[in-house]
Each structure stands twice: as structure tokens, then as C-alpha cells.
């Protein structure tokens, strides 16, 4: 039986790699089913760039299984080869704006094939209609594969948003998140602090009248 386990994450970083593998379980021989692989790679506010593939939860042979995590906040992973998403895998991304690998996690790849599971988090409240390119391809690459389940977390129940293939102003394929209405009024959001500010004021008040 082999069980191994890896943690890493990267903040305020400008990294390289020439691979990455998250979770990649490759056996030989008749090993014990209970096997697996489990890797979690996290960026944040940070730019890593990768010459070769990025595997996530590849289960390259043998007996055994293999689970992946990736996830960007604020960041971009440049990967020159493939992007390899099996079965096991789960990819976050954090939005906190429009502006791609700065404001959003996203991802430049070569090539890409998709699986497991793609969860998309807005981290304020969205008032503004739009789109995110959250992987985009080489030119003349297409992707394979696609993902088995799509979450998109930090929006009201009434938007109208789409997670899907298209293609981008410069004709490359993307993976784009869309975002079309059902969002609330701007003059409804409380501005940041605002509700803090609001408690601080009836704290006060409550104070005035007890002195009174």
C-alpha cells in the first residue's frame, strides 16, 4: 500500500516550474486498492510559470486512486504544455474583479483536457453584468474533455451566468464565465463598511441616551 499526501501554498510569489504534478498517482504491480495520491497546490497574488504539463489527480496506471485540488485567487498559472485535468481533480477560482490573473485566478495553457469538478466564487457582492476567461488556449488549440460538475458560489439566486466554451477576441478558445442580469441594484449594495459603520453609529446613540 502507498499513501502520500502534499500541501502547498504560494503568496505574493513569481515562480517557475518546468512540471507540476498535484495528486498524481502512476502504480506497478498488483498494489493494495487503497492506494492513492492527494495533492493541493494553492496561489494567491501570485504568477507561476510552467514549461511543461500540469497534471491534477492523474491516475497514470495501476491499482489505486488520485485527487487533486487547484486553486488561484488573484492569480495566473501559465502552463506552456498541457493542462490535465482527470477525474479526481477540483479547480477553484476566486473573483474579485475583471482584470484577468490580478483581480481573478486564471489559467494560459497550451493544450487542456477537463474533468472533475470547476468551482467559481465571487468573494463581493456582483452588480455588474460580464465576463471572465478562466482558461485560455494557444491559438488553434482546442480543448477536450469537459468538466463533470460546474459551481458558481457568491452570486444571487436570480443571476443569469453560463460556464462554457468560447472564443475570444484574438479567435483562441476559452473556458468563460458569463454573467448576464439577475443582479441586484449598485444603490441596494451596502458600500464596504457601511454596515460597520451603521452599528458603530447606533452604538453610539445608545450611549448618548443612557448619559442623557
Known sequence: ???????????????????????????????????????SLALIDSTMAVGGDVEVARLAGGVGSAAGELSLT???????????????????LDIDGFARGLEYGAIDAGTAQLDGNLSVEFNSVLTTPGYWDLITLDAGSIFAGDFDSVEVLGVTAEAAWSLGFATDHYGQAVYRLEVTGGLPDPASVPAPGA??????????????????
Open 1 to 39: 500500500m502507498v499513501q502520500a499526501t502534499g500541501l502547498a501554498t504560494l503568496q505574493d510569489t513569481v515562480g517557475s516550474a518546468p512540471s507540476l504534478r498535484i495528486g498524481h498517482y502512476s502504480g506497478v504491480g498488483t498494489e493494495d486498492v487503497s492506494s492513492f495520491a492527494r495533492g
Open 195 to 212: 454596515i460597520g459603520l451603521l452599528g458603530v453609529g447606533l452604538g453610539v446613540l445608545s450611549l448618548h441616551r443612557r448619559r442623557r
Open 74 to 92: 488573484r492569480s495566473l498559472l501559465d502552463v506552456g504544455g498541457e493542462l490535465w485535468l482527470d477525474d479526481g481533480s477540483e479547480m477553484r
